[in-house]
């Protein structure tokens, strides 16, 4: 009997449906055994949020301070043949209840000397979420061996208008009616599944053949050079806002709410004006800058830890 193990946090439900459609064809195989683990911060992260709420978790998200978490309820001494991380990202970072997890002893038991194997749900900028992951793996002596992200395909602009209206009212509704549906498309979970099918067959043969290659030529890895120099240039933004907040203390202190606020302001400021900008520039050096983001491109469509961020 093979045995998966899938760790996930999903405060939507969205990745969770994802979770299940790459294992739908895993489940109905009987020589396989999948063990689900949900991460449960204590107290729970709210869903819908306020808007102070959801700027209010920003600081911590990007320095990567952990919170409480449940205990895990997984048998740890198992010999579980895959590990699955499932994830979202928070502010281009791994959502906290996963940070809390990868820093924890807890990880560090359950994944020593395993494979691993990620998924990510997420609006549209993953990449230096799992430059976080691929380090906290590798330090929790794992080996990472398959990527698979799905990725909300609509318009950047539109995508940020539809995730605002769902987070902070909690209906997956069609805006105003006339707006697509916010988040990753039914269709493209629905048709997720077909990665299972390779996890299956590499699960079943003991050499465990499975390959980022493999995953790729079924769409599980697709880099947007145009969004990867975005990323880059958001996240020295984001670091500096990130330890300006923290300065003035804690998640939840009273203290720093001025300057909480002042990021909410920034960040809708970022959206409505800076975004367009900074897209026409990410056009513009993605043409000067050709050949570097080829090997860029490369570089993040695998797995290897070969440079830091």
């Known amino acids: 009997m093979k045995k998966i ?5 999903s405060q939507t439900g969205q990745l969770k449906d994802v979770v299940d459609s790459i294992l739908a064809p895993i489940e109905k195989n009987p020589e396989v055994s999948v063990v689900y683990e949900e991460l449960k911060p204590k107290p729970p992260y709210p869903f819908p949020w306020t808007a102070y709420q959801f700027c209010d978790v920003f600081p911590e998200s990007v320095a990567e301070v952990s919170c409480d978490l449940q205990p895990i309820s997984c048998d740890m001494d198992e010999n ?4 699955i991380l499932a994830y979202t990202v928070w502010y281009l970072s791994p959502s906290i209840p996963v940070t809390a997890f990868l820093q924890s002893m807890q990880a560090e038991t359950i994944m020593h000397g395993r494979p ?9 900028m993953w990449l230096l979420a799992q430059e976080k992951v691929k380090q906290k793996i590798k330090k929790n002596g794992a080996h990472l061996i398959g990527n698979i992200v799905l990725t909300d395909k609509t318009n950047n602009l539109v995508g940020v208008l539809t995730i605002a209206v769902w987070m902070l009212t909690g209906k997956k509704d069609r805006f105003l009616k006339f707006f697509p549906h916010p988040g990753i498309s039914d269709q493209d979970i629905k048709e997720a599944g077909r990665f299972g099918e390779n996890i299956l067959r590499a699960v079943a043969d003991d050499r465990f053949t499975l390959t980022q290659t493999d995953l790729n030529t079924r769409g599980a890895v697709t880099v947007n050079p145009a969004l990867l120099i975005m990323e ?3 996240s020295k933004v984001f670091k500096i806002w990130s330890d300006f907040i923290r300065q003035k203390g804690a998640a939840g202190d009273p203290k720093r709410s001025k300057r909480v606020r002042a990021f909410m302001v920034y960040l809708i400021t970022a959206v409505i004006v800076l975004a367009p900008l900074a897209a026409i520039l990410a056009s513009v050096l993605k043409i000067v800058m050709k050949d570097k983001l ?4 490369e570089y993040y469509t ?3 830890l070969i440079k830091s961020e």
């Open 5 to 9: 193990l899938v760790i996930y946090y």
């Open 294 to 297: 080829a090997t860029e491109v």
């Open 80 to 83: 579980y043949d895959l590990i």
């Open 302 to 304: 695998q797995n290897s």
């Open 232 to 234: 880059k240039r958001v």
């Open 116 to 124: 691993v194997l990620t998924i990510i749900g997420c609006r549209n």
